[in-house]
């Protein structure tokens, strides 16, 4: 028996179910035809529901599906069908918020395939060969890369208190080093 929670793909597909990004971390879908073929299947289950709120939960194939929709862009985390629906909820969410902060709340199909270096860089820092690794938000995109961004940059986007936070952030920071 599996102590560690396992993730057997992640997806993102379009609002007509094209692919844009994914990551298959099981042997169950060996093919890009096969891969193709259960993303058309995940999405022609999944199209008519409205899971632009709460995340929701299917099951297909033997396997268990989360799910969330944002704008054009439909997020889908899979397990086995013995995985724990809250944990694969908690990696789908982990990965919505860190995209979201990475995008800075411009979440749809052209900011994704502007910045899809930064969405495969979540998946990996979530999951690794299929083993849940982190589902924090703020560590996700952390690591995935939002000190790279010019910290100036940002904070003409900010407002004061905003601004305040961060300051105080990174002094905390440079004193505890």
């Not at 990551?23 to 299947?41: F, G, R, V």
């Not at 820092?125 to 849940?132: A, C, F, M, P, T």
């Not at 407002?159 to 305040?164: D, E, G, H, K, R």
Request: proline share 2%; aromatic share 6%.
């Amino acid at each position: 028996m599996e102590l560690s929670p396992k993730v057997k793909n992640i997806l993102l597909l379009d609002s007509e179910g094209k692919r844009i990004a994914a990551k298959y971390y099981s042997d169950d879908w060996p093919t890009n035809t096969a891969k193709e073929a259960y993303e058309k299947a995940v999405f022609s289950k999944t199209k008519k529901t409205n899971a632009r709120t709460e995340v929701e939960v299917t099951a297909l194939e033997n396997n268990i599906i989360v799910y969330k929709f944002v704008q054009d862009l439909h997020f889908f985390v899979t397990g086995g069908e013995e995985e724990n629906e809250l944990i694969l909820a908690s990696v789908l969410q982990g990965l919505f918020d860190a995209v979201n902060l990475l995008l800075r709340g411009n979440v749809d199909k052209r900011e994704a395939l502007d910045n899809l270096d930064l969405i495969f860089l979540c998946f990996d820092e979530i999951i690794d060969g299929g083993i849940v690794l982190e589902t924090d938000a703020n560590v996700i995109a952390e690591k995935a890369g939002i000190n790279s961004i010019d910290p100036n940059a940002l904070l003409s986007e900010q407002t004061i208190s905003q601004a305040l936070a961060t300051a105080r952030e990174h002094l905390t920071r440079s004193l505890l080093k």
